[in-house]
């Protein structure tokens, strides 16, 4: 099938990848235009946009899918499918028309459940011991469509959100290729979604990304895996912005919520039901340490983690 793939960060790769190396045809990739990232606030290609242009593909860069310039440059590359992984701007009716296989979303949940752009992060900090992917037909609604086919990933206990997302990225993109290859013989079937379980998977916030140490040490733990590595959980320390690594509950007993307790070999932090052992801290301004390197030079007292 002529294919025009949509998609903008690096989660999205492994799907043009296996694309590329398929027998179906990727005509051309739509990504979101270069935008200002690092300390220099330079101008940098999404890592799709980088890849597209290394195979040679037209690029497409419109600000929104609505500009009627890109929907006739769509439209004059005439694709049965438009596969779509994490592309980052709504998709309008004037362009869902256009592919005659209409649009495919490879999402990392198991929808109904966690629809919304941070699935696999709400799936790791609700403590989900399953999650997985789906291919579904893409519409006006949010992650709404039928499905036309799903696979299945255990979260295991120490799963960081980034983790998990790396696994199903990459047997995303094998389910992605195999759906094309079942809608291209005639043999897929979309079946709708049911009204039971829906849940929602908006974008996690900085600020809900502040550990609150007055709750069990299950959910801080969750909450600092499902944040891992973006868009980093945190807490503040005399005041100034403390940015945590994963976290591991600990047996025995435990300093105050928030208390910090040191010893040779580890630093704990009290939680609303016992303790949390840190792993890897980042104070502002310096690099990432071991937590008891950073404890070794503050020295905290009987201070608290806000």
Known sequence: MRLVFAGTPEVALPSLEALLASPHEVTAVV??????????????????????????LPLLQPATPREPDFLEELAALAPDACPVVAYGALVPRAALDV????????????????????????????????????VFELE??????????????PVGARDTAGDLLQRLAV????????????????????VPQPADGV??????TVEEARVDWSAPAEVVDRRVRGCTPE???????RGERLKL?????????????????????R????????????????????????????????????EELQ
Do not use: Y
């Open 231 to 237: 868009p980093g959980a945190w807490t503040t320390f």
């Open 199 to 204: 849940s929602l998977a908006p974008k996690i």
């Open 140 to 153: 006006e609604g949010l992650d709404t469509g039928p499905v036309l086919s799903s696979l299945t990933e």
């Open 31 to 56: 990504t979101r235009p270069d935008a200002r990232a690092g300390r220099g606030r330079r101008s940098a290609a999404s890592p799709v946009a980088q890849r597209a242009r290394e195979a040679g």
């Open 99 to 134: 592919p005659r296989q209409g649009w495919l979303n490879l999402h990392f949940s198991l929808l109904p459940a966690w629809r919304g752009a941070a699935p696999v992060q709400r799936a790791v900090a609700a403590g989900d011991a399953l999650t997985g992917a789906c």
């Open 245 to 265: 690594g994963p976290v591991l509950p600990v047996e025995g007993d435990a300093p105050g919520p928030g208390r910090v307790l040191v010893d040779k070999r």
């Open 267 to 302: 630093v704990l932090v009290g939680t609303g039901t016992g303790a949390v052992e840190l792993g890897q801290v980042q104070p502002a301004g310096k690099r990432a340490m071991p937590a008891v390197d950073w404890a070794r030079g503050v020295r905290p007292g009987d």
């Open 171 to 190: 047997r995303g993109a094998q389910l992605l290729v195999s759906t094309l290859d079942a809608l291209e013989a005639g043999t897929a079937t979309a």
